[in-house]
C-alpha cells in the first residue's frame, strides 16, 4: 500500500520560510524521481520542482532561486526549503512520484501567505 505523507505546512507572512517533508512507504523510494507539486483553488496542480534518481534537481520559474528540493533515500523522504515566500505561493503542496504515472498522492500540506 503506498503511502505519501506531506508535513510542514502553515500561515506564513511573505518573505518567509517553510520546510515541508514528505514520508513515502509503499513503493522503491530511491528508484524513484520524486516532485512537489501544488495546487491552488481554481488551478490545475502543477509541479514545481523535481528531483531525479542522480539528485539532479529542476525547477518551475516560478519558484527558481526560492524553493530547493531535497531527498533522503535512506530515510524515504523528500523536502522543500521555501525561502522568500509570496502571496503567490500559497496552496496545498503534494509529493509524488514524477511523473505522477501512477497517481500516487497523499493528503497534501496547506501552504498560506499572508500578511
Known amino acids: 500500500q503506498v503511502q505519501l505523507v506531506e508535513s510542514g505546512g502553515g500561515l506564513v507572512q511573505p518573505g518567509g520560510s517553510l520546510r515541508l517533508s514528505c514520508v513515502v512507504s509503499?513503493?522503491?523510494?530511491?528508484?524513484?524521481?520524486m516532485g512537489w507539486y501544488r495546487q491552488a483553488p481554481g488551478n490545475r496542480r502543477e509541479c514545481i520542482a523535481r528531483?531525479?534518481?542522480?539528485?539532479?534537481?529542476h525547477y518551475a520559474d516560478s519558484v527558481k532561486g526560492r524553493f530547493t528540493i531535497s531527498r533522503d533515500n535512506a530515510k524515504n523522504s523528500v523536502y522543500l526549503q521555501m525561502n522568500d515566500l509570496k502571496p503567490g505561493d500559497t496552496a496545498r503542496y503534494y509529493c509524488?512520484?514524477?511523473?505522477?504515472?501512477?497517481?500516487?498522492w497523499g493528503q497534501g500540506t496547506q501552504v498560506t501567505v499572508s500578511s
Open positions: 509524488s512520484t514524477y511523473p505522477n504515472d501512477f497517481n500516487w
Open positions: 509503499g513503493f522503491i523510494f530511491s528508484d524513484n524521481h
Open positions: 528531483i531525479f534518481r542522480s539528485n539532479s534537481t
